[in-house]
């Protein structure tokens, strides 16, 4: 079983709807991050979070907006997406960024689907 | 040039066969590198990191070759359960990158 959870496990939207993607864990870790993955891809990173601020963006377009209240949550907000971003919404944590050989972990992902 | 190159495969190979999958990178400054697989529609899993010593966990063994900026996996007595795909993930202290991953499928 994933130690990074994420709901909803999976979402069907209109290109006009709001929607939040949450992620949590409890594992003490102070890096998360947003992926995304296609069909037969690697995981693309969308955003980082070190302890709890932004640090990177890999110039995702602002439907996406990321949010992180706390050190355990990390949510991604949705609204006005493109049937091109239907794909699969990984979370990923790790321990901090600040020394070697930390591995993320991943949730099992939200599979989204734009209509 | 990417990051990671890695041999997407796919790698067909009967039961009880060992297998090696390469990387290689381009980042000399790279820090960190861990190999994860990936069932299909699943999240991907940590399988081990890479040390530059080498490091071995039942039947899979993992290297690392600063010099010539390579990791390799090598998985002994292949099982069908292997069956996956297999990436190579390096850190550069900035961020994570991945390779395009590299399909197994175990032949019973």
């Known amino acids: 079983d994933t130690e990074v959870t994420q709901t909803p496990k999976h979402l069907v939207m209109g290109m006009t709807n709001k929607k939040s993607l949450k992620c949590e864990q409890h594992?003490?870790?102070?890096?998360m991050y947003w992926y995304k993955q296609k069909a037969k891809k690697p995981p693309e990173l969308m955003f980082v979070y070190s302890y709890e601020k932004l640090s990177i963006n890999e110039s995702v377009p602002s439907r996406f907006s990321p949010e992180c209240p706390n050190s355990s949550l990390l949510n991604l907000h949705l609204h006005a997406l493109q049937p091109e971003d239907s794909a699969l919404y990984l979370c990923?944590?790790?321990?901090?960024?600040?020394?070697?050989?930390?591995?993320?972990?991943f949730g099992d992902g939200t599979r989204l689907s734009i209509l | 040039r990417k990051e990671v190159e890695q041999d997407p495969g796919p790698f067909n190979v009967p039961e009880g066969a060992t297998v090696a999958f390469n990387c290689t990178y381009s980042n000399s400054a790279s820090q960190s590198f861990f190999w994860y697989r990936q069932d299909c529609r699943k999240e991907p899993k940590l399988l081990m990191s890479v040390y530059s010593s080498g490091n071995e966990d039942g039947r899979f063994t993992a290297q690392l070759n600063r010099a010539s900026q390579y990791i390799s996996l090598l998985i002994r007595d292949s099982k069908l359960s292997d069956s996956a795909t297999y990436l190579c993930v390096l850190d550069t202290g900035n961020q994570f990158y991945f390779g395009t991953g590299t399909s197994l499928t175990v032949i019973p």
């Open positions: 594992m003490g870790h102070r890096a």
């Open positions: 990923a944590s790790s321990q901090d960024r600040s020394r070697a050989n930390q591995p993320q972990h």
